[in-house]
């Protein structure tokens, strides 16, 4: 994954919606956290602190942030007698 954007989506005249920020987000995993966030931080940048796309792709930083370094779970818990794996864990970076 590269941090370049699709060409439409950095034209000048393109209105940033909260669609664009959430297309960007499905994408997500621990892997491409932080080239996810970097792009998402360079579609918002300018942006009014209330629009509503700002306020959505800093919110999907925030997450991104955390999912880079701590992992994440998705589904449901690991059943008893099972850990999860050591990627995702919250001492991966010992």
């Known amino acids: 994954m590269s941090q370049a954007e699709h060409p439409d989506r950095m034209a000048a005249e393109h209105t940033v919606t ?3 920020v959430r297309q960007l987000m499905g994408a997500s995993t621990p892997h491409f956290a932080l080239q ?3 792009r ?10 209330d629009h509503l796309a700002r306020i959505e792709g800093e919110r999907e930083i925030a997450r991104l942030d955390r999912i880079a370094f701590v992992g994440e779970v998705r ?3 690991a059943e008893q007698g099972l850990t999860p794996l050591p990627s995702l864990g919250r001492d991966a970076r010992d």
């Open 36 to 38: 996810l966030r970097e």
């Open 18 to 20: 909260v669609e664009d």
């Open 40 to 49: 998402i931080r360079k579609l918002i940048r300018g942006l009014p602190e």
């Open 75 to 77: 589904g449901h818990a």
